[in-house]
């Protein structure tokens, strides 16, 4: 089986700094790659895919992801946050079948004024 | 497109109690996922239906939960009887074949 590793369960960050949150998976074969966020009391959205191509995608609120495979990791970054962006970030690994996927625990993160 | 749609939104019962969760895909989506989100945890997946089959129940404690997608449309998750490590976030989530998941808003299951 797969694990996925989010090292930090919380960051905080002021309004408009960069910020990066960071997430490594195990596998020995070709996976697909996602971030999900969560605000309060919703349920998970889609953020980022990654599935081939340009091992940098972006999503249309300013994320951006870049999925390294000598690392094994797939770390989400932005420039410069908003409030708006408060919420919990899970990143996700799934075989090329799209038939297991594996959540990491989750990264919190708190966008201070 | 209307998402995936669940109900109740919240639950709370005592243990030993039973309860049912229900779940609507996005239409047209064959592959129907039930997962358990306990506070501070990332999503754990129960089951997963491929039509109204099941692909994959390995973690689904049978002992005390059931799932059950009939006619490969909706589905209807149970616990029975409840434990309070039952407490969580119950979400459940829709795809095509070979494509990404979409989730519902999620069910938010206390049990005292």
């Known amino acids: 089986a797969q694990s996925v590793t989010q090292l930090d369960s919380q960051v905080p960050v002021f309004e408009e700094a960069p910020v990066e949150l960071r997430c490594n998976y195990s596998s020995s074969v070709s996976v697909y790659l996602f971030w999900y966020v969560q605000y309060p009391n919703q349920g998970l959205q889609l953020l980022l895919k990654?599935?081939?191509?340009?091992?940098l995608v972006e999503s249309i609120n300013g994320f951006e992801a870049e999925f390294n495979k000598s690392q094994t990791s797939f770390h989400l970054r932005k420039p410069s946050v908003h409030i708006s962006d408060t919420a919990e970030y899970f990143c996700a690994v799934s075989d090329r079948d799209f038939n297991k996927f594996y959540f990491g625990s989750g990264t919190k993160l708190n966008v201070k004024p | 497109e209307a998402g995936v749609a669940q109900s109740p939104r919240y639950k709370i019962i005592e243990k030993r109690q039973s309860v049912a969760f229900w779940c609507n895909p996005i239409s047209g989506h064959a592959t129907l996922y039930w997962y358990q989100q306990i506070l501070g945890q990332g999503p754990k997946l129960l089951i997963q239906f491929q039509n109204n089959g099941v692909v994959d129940d390995s973690q689904l404690p049978k002992d005390r939960f059931s799932a059950e997608r009939l006619k490969g449309v909706d589905s209807t998750l149970k616990i029975q009887p409840a434990k309070l490590e039952d407490s969580a976030v119950y979400l459940c989530a829709s795809s095509q074949l070979g494509n990404e998941q979409f989730f519902g808003p999620g069910t938010r299951l206390t049990v005292l």
């Open positions: 990654y599935l081939s191509g340009s091992t």
